[in-house]
């Protein structure tokens, strides 16, 4: 499976869904089963989930990274999104949008915020000198806003700073959300453990490459974006036992399942990390960690799809997918879910 157009599907405009449902377990959730698919709602998975199961949750937490502003000799307007920071310095690296391009030297006020244009790559993406009279974070929560994904047609309010971090955020670092957490509820997680299941957190932050398309004919071709992970000693331990005991690891989101499979690819073992990972999930694929997924609806052609296709099987994932489409669901980051109870795609 290497021609990246079987990844395509058609998805109405209509379909993608700009604002949350009423509630985060509210939404739909489709069951991925080989036989027929079943069509529950998200509460459901306290009962879907395996009693002995250990549930890991992504726990990065969505920067106010989007800044308007204006340049400070000519008064044109700016528009800047934020990154991440330039390891070893005080920079940051961002894409940017005025009405003329910007260029090294330029210089722009965002509020406090005292901006510098350091350097600006071939790609575009420029290198920037922040300063403020208050710590960073501090400022950009005043004058910054959440970056909601392009795809979201309206400018992000007051519930989005609630319903576009997951209610487990809490390491800062992501300019988008790990989308399948945004459906779990603290009664939701009560729920799980009530009923004996364990959790376990990590962190990847998500960079502006998950919005990315395939950008090549065939996959082998494409160049995965670069994120930054962290697997703690303690989350590593309760992954081991779970191994050990037999008990299923259940991803929460494409992220989970990124981050769990690219620590064995990196180290061959399930071990303590901080680093980086490139790793692109696709079909044929050999699972090692991870063994049920809950994930949100992708969009066409994308490197989530192309997971997702590797842990479903790509017919059982295309049918799942045609089925959402033809029965309404909800896509994209605000959207429904899929549960696949079991790694469909791995070969035995």
């Known amino acids: 499976m290497t021609d990246t157009s079987s990844f395509d599907y058609e998805l109405p405009e209509a379909?993608?869904?700009?604002?949350p449902a009423a509630s985060r377990e509210a939404a739909r959730l489709l069951v991925l089963r080989p036989d027929a698919p079943e069509h529950r709602v998200v509460s459901d998975l306290v009962e879907l989930v395996p009693e002995d199961a250990l549930v890991v949750l992504n726990s990065t937490r969505v920067r106010r990274a989007r800044l308007f502003g204006r340049r400070v000799r000519s008064e044109g307007r700016v528009e800047l999104l934020l990154l991440e920071p330039v390891l070893g310095s005080d920079r940051w690296r961002a894409l940017g949008k005025a009405n003329r391009p910007l260029k090294p030297g330029d210089e722009i006020r965002v509020g406090e915020l005292a901006i510098v244009?350091?350097?600006?790559?071939?790609?575009?993406v420029l290198t920037l000198r922040l300063e403020s009279s208050a710590p960073l974070d501090?400022?950009?929560v005043k004058d910054g806003l959440l970056p909601l994904p392009p795809y979201i047609r309206r400018a992000p309010d007051g519930?989005?700073?609630?319903?576009?971090?997951?209610?487990?955020?809490?390491?800062?670092?992501?300019?988008?959300a790990p989308t399948a957490g945004l459906h779990l509820?603290?009664?939701l997680l009560a729920g799980l453990e009530s009923r004996g299941v364990e959790l376990g957190f990590l962190t990847l932050h998500v960079g502006v490459g998950t919005f990315r398309p395939l950008s090549?004919?065939?996959l082998e071709d494409h160049v995965m974006h670069e994120e930054r992970i962290q697997v703690g000693a303690e989350l590593a331990e309760q992954v081991r036992r779970a191994r050990r005991e037999g008990r299923p690891v259940v991803a929460v989101g494409t992220t989970v399942v990124r981050t769990l499979e690219s620590v064995v690819a990196l180290t061959g073992e399930i071990r303590e990390y901080s680093g980086s990972t490139r790793l692109f999930i696709t079909p044929g694929y050999q699972f090692r960690v991870v063994d049920a997924l809950l994930t949100n609806f992708h969009m066409?052609?994308?490197?989530?799809?192309?997971l997702v296709a590797a842990f479903a099987g790509y017919e059982l994932m295309m049918s799942g997918y045609r089925t959402a489409v033809e029965?309404?669901?909800?896509?994209l980051s605000y959207g429904d879910a899929m549960w696949i109870p079991r790694c469909y795609g791995r070969t035995i």
Do not use: C, M, N, W
Request: proline share 2%; charged share 35%.
């Open 15 to 19: 379909l993608i869904a700009q604002r």
């Open 117 to 124: 244009v350091d350097e600006k790559a071939e790609d575009g």
């Open 138 to 140: 501090e400022a950009l």
């Open 159 to 176: 519930a989005d700073d609630e319903r576009y971090q997951t209610v487990f955020a809490r390491e800062l670092g992501s300019v988008a």
């Open 185 to 187: 509820s603290r009664e």
């Open 216 to 218: 090549s004919e065939r």
């Open 300 to 306: 066409p052609k994308s490197t989530l799809l192309a």
């Open 327 to 331: 029965q309404g669901y909800r896509f």
